[in-house]
């Protein structure tokens, strides 16, 4: 979905799990970095043992990776 | 010549202490089989549990595994089978299984497991002969399989796993039997006439 300040982007896995993304508009490698942000949620999140599917997702580790992803992606090294 | 026998010696060690690592997760599930005897001392109760402490660790591993493979959807049970008994065994356990013993309806088969690192090391006492060893395989198949939804239809597969054949039990490999029960339709929470 797109709009002229922000592009929405979404990536469903085969489990019906949704990961949205806003991005500013027109912004390069879109589903790699959706990959990645899986990735991150598999191991981070989905290990935790005490995350309950469903809740909002408070684990420190996976927010300090998102961040540090999203660094290296606007600083245009991924 | 030289670097060549270092590195020999290297990969040995690596192989060495990875087979360490694998021992410590042995180790692990065998203590939590020992645990579980002393807490419920009904062997079909352990089984349960077994199998239940499985279904929440596949509802989690699915998508790890999705994540990390980056597997697309598979057509029908046959497939989901393959996948499960070729990439899904061998990533997270490191062995290879393989599917066999397909009925003639092509909604039952046959996992063959002719290593499990769950049982090495391990004899079986007369007196648990009717422990499911494995039963937490059984639960992780079921967990995972239950979680995919297939885009746009909509679909779980609901299966049914039970152990058929031990190693522990005198056969020679160790037979999960897989059978999917139906096609269940994913229950919207709203009514349409609201």
């Not at chain 1, 959706?34 to 420190?60: A, G, H, S």
């Not at chain 2, 885009?151 to 160790?174: A, P, R």
Request: charge should be negative.
């Amino acid at each position: 979905m797109e709009s002229e300040t922000f592009d929405l982007h979404c990536f469903q896995t085969l489990t019906g799990t949704k990961l949205l993304l806003v991005v500013e508009p027109r912004a390069p490698y879109i589903p790699t970095i959706l990959q990645r942000i899986y990735e991150l949620y598999t191991d981070y999140v989905l290990k935790n043992p005490f995350y309950e599917t469903e809740q909002v997702i408070k684990c420190e580790q996976f927010d300090e990776n998102l961040e540090a992803l999203v660094k290296r992606y606007s600083s245009g090294a991924l | 010549m030289q670097i060549d026998a270092s590195r020999n010696l290297q990969a040995q060690y690596n192989k060495a202490i990875y087979m360490k690592n694998a021992e410590i997760f042995t180790l692990t599930y065998g203590s939590l089989v020992r645990q579980l005897i002393s807490d419920f001392e009904d062997l079909e109760e352990v089984n349960n549990q077994l199998e239940k402490m499985g279904y929440n660790i596949g509802i989690r591993l699915v998508d790890e595994f999705l994540a990390k493979s980056k597997t697309s959807r598979c057509g029908n049970f046959r497939e989901t089978a393959e996948v499960v008994a070729k990439q899904a065994f061998s990533m997270f356990l490191n062995v290879q299984a393989s599917v066999s013993n397909w009925n003639a309806d092509g909604n039952e088969c046959s996992l063959m497991l002719v290593d499990n690192p769950l049982t090495d090391f391990v004899e079986l006492p007369e007196e648990f002969k009717d422990l499911k060893y494995c039963s937490i395989l059984c639960g992780v198949i079921r967990g995972a399989l239950e979680m995919m939804v297939g885009l746009g239809l909509l679909v779980n597969m609901d299966v049914e796993c039970k152990i058929v054949q031990d190693t522990l039990k005198g056969d020679d490999c160790c037979e999960i039997r897989m059978r999917l029960k139906e096609h269940r339709n994913e229950q919207f929470p709203f009514n349409d006439d609201d």
